[in-house]
């Protein structure tokens, strides 16, 4: 799979400007998405979150100890859990800027992203740690979709295979497009493997300097497609372009996605 698709990618997709220089001044770009990223991001997944919820618990006004609706709150928890792993995978991206393998620097580190990301559902006793640990135990069913994640077994072969391929892929594209793809593809955990897959998606463009790229939750119906598309047509040059085309308004200080 990963070489057919391959060509498909590097024909679409803007060349990499390379490992920035000024790697402080990228991690402030970073930073200055975040807000963006997250309520995209969360929007996609069908969280009711906005601009001002996000910055409450970024700064941490979120009380689930004292106020019981926090606690209660949804949408408040997938808010904190995704300010916790972004700053995860931004100090992956530290590493990364600092040209360690970006494969291996995600394979040592996207559990932790993960934990994160649940992490305050784990806080107000909604899920125990261990329902943390590792990858799935049971099938998953993506709702409106023809595909059909990998079976649980199947899951424990195939996550070392991704992450040795992303350690031996020379082309930061294939590497962000195709680390993407698959690893929602393989589907390992229970749930947040969109927001996962962004993050690991991140994490690949900025190996090769390109800038944070934000998915709008506006264009989620054309996203979805494209995954459809490469998950049960094997065709993924749809994605390829797709991605592509956001990485490249990016790049011209055009992004798409705006609050």
Not at 8 to 14: G, K, M, R, S, Y
């Amino acid at each position: 799979m990963w070489n057919a698709m391959r060509s498909a990618i590097l024909e679409v997709f803007p060349e990499a400007p390379g490992i920035p220089e000024d790697k402080d001044d990228y991690l402030r770009k970073v930073d200055a998405i975040y807000g963006t990223d997250a309520y995209h991001s969360l929007s996609i997944e069908k969280y009711k979150v906005t601009p001002e919820l996000i910055e409450r618990v970024r700064i941490g006004m979120w009380n689930y100890k004292d106020n019981e609706e926090d606690k209660k709150q949804r949408d408040a928890m997938a808010a904190r859990g995704y300010w916790q792993a972004f700053q995860k995978v931004e100090s992956s991206i530290r590493r990364i800027l600092t040209n360690e393998n970006a494969g291996a620097v995600a394979d040592s580190d996207h559990g932790d992203w993960y934990r994160e990301l649940f992490a305050p559902s784990v806080t107000a006793g909604l899920l125990k740690p261990s329902d943390l640990a590792g990858y799935r135990n049971h099938p998953v069913y993506l709702s409106g979709s023809k595909h059909v994640p990998l079976s649980r077994d199947a899951v424990k072969d195939a996550m070392p295979a991704l992450f040795e391929l992303l350690r031996e892929e020379s082309e930061p594209a294939v590497r962000a497009v195709l680390g993407h793809f698959i690893f929602v593809f393989i589907h390992p955990y229970m749930d947040g493997n969109g927001r996962m897959g962004r993050f690991l998606m991140n994490a690949m463009l900025a190996s090769g300097g390109y800038p944070w790229t934000v998915i709008p939750v506006e264009s989620r119906a054309e996203y979805m497609a494209a995954l459809e598309s490469a998950s049960v047509g094997q065709d993924i040059k749809p994605f390829a372009a797709f991605v592509g085309h956001l990485v490249s308004q990016g790049l011209k200080g055009q992004p798409v996605a705006s609050i």
